[in-house]
């Protein structure tokens, strides 16, 4: 069912993704982190940020006994900058470490900034920076390369 999901996510397929995961609950199997995080990256890709967060909503009910993870969030995230959603991407990490305890990787904060770039909003790429500093998440070239073309 994995490489299914992930053939969707390279195609583009996000509704084939979704009929995969209903597919797997139908055959009794439970989807994992691995499923949902590539069918929410289907949709982001797709621009259907709000099947994401939909998709999000729904995973503690689809992945057994796991909470969400970075993997998780970090697709959220990418799905929401994708669809321009710099707001809410960077709320997402905002409550990540308070509310989820799950610390934002790189990638994440790296989607987020991303968006804020792309939305023209170079004082919340430099917000997220602190940030990242603040929660000691190392900032890498892709980072740094967003933050200068934001200024």
């Not at 994992?32 to 909503?57: K, V």
């Not at 917000?127 to 000691?136: A, F, G, H, I, S």
């Amino acid at each position: 069912y994995n490489a299914a999901v992930s053939g969707c996510k390279s195609a583009a397929h996000w509704c084939l993704a979704l009929n995969t995961l209903d597919a797997m609950s139908a055959a009794k199997v439970r989807p994992d982190a691995f499923s949902c995080s590539t069918s929410i990256h289907a949709c982001g890709q797709s621009l259907q940020w709000r099947t994401s967060l939909e998709l999000s909503a729904a995973h503690d009910s689809l992945v057994s006994s796991t909470q969400p993870n970075e993997v998780i969030c970090g697709a959220i995230a990418g799905a929401l900058g994708t669809g321009m959603q710099w707001r809410l991407s960077a709320s997402l990490l905002a409550s990540m470490s308070c509310h989820l305890r799950v610390m934002p990787s790189q990638v994440s904060f790296n989607l987020a900034t991303r968006a804020c770039l792309e939305a023209g909003n170079w004082k919340h790429v430099l917000d997220l920076l602190r940030v990242m500093t603040r929660l000691r998440v190392p900032a890498d070239e892709v980072t740094f390369s967003t933050a200068i073309n934001s200024c």
